[in-house]
């Protein structure tokens, strides 16, 4: 059973920085891509980021240059460095893992619980 627990999240001012952690178990992390999807108050869940096993990774337009998606394979942990936040970033934002080993497809992903993320103006 895959188990992600995200944490991280809480109340900044705008043009503050958080960072976000996801510990997963229950599976070999190295062979998986890992992501970070948020979702706001009447929006549909949008995928923020994703790093693949190889490391290369994939950003949305509207956090491009502001957030940085890193993993450390010992550890089993992805990471969300956010920087420059904005009002537009308050959102549930929720780790997920690929189902399948060597797979980019993040269309049936396991999630964790979401940690809140709120920035105020």
């Known amino acids: 059973q895959v188990h992600l627990v995200e944490s991280g999240g809480g109340l900044v001012q705008a043009g503050g920085s958080l960072r976000l952690s996801c510990a997963a178990s229950?599976?070999?992390?190295?062979?998986?891509?890992m992501g970070w999807f948020r979702q706001a108050p009447g929006k549909e869940r949008e995928l923020v980021a994703h790093?693949?096993?190889?490391?290369?990774?994939y950003y949305a337009d509207s956090v491009k240059g502001r957030f940085t998606i890193s993993r450390d394979n010992a550890k089993n942990t992805v990471y969300l460095q956010m920087i420059t936040l904005k009002p537009e970033d308050t959102a549930v934002y929720y780790c997920a893992s690929g189902a399948s080993a060597y797979s980019t497809d993040m269309s049936a992903p396991y999630w964790g619980q979401g940690t809140q993320v709120t920035v105020s103006s």
């Open positions: 229950g599976r070999t992390f190295s062979k998986y891509v």
């Open positions: 790093v693949i096993w190889d490391g290369r990774t």
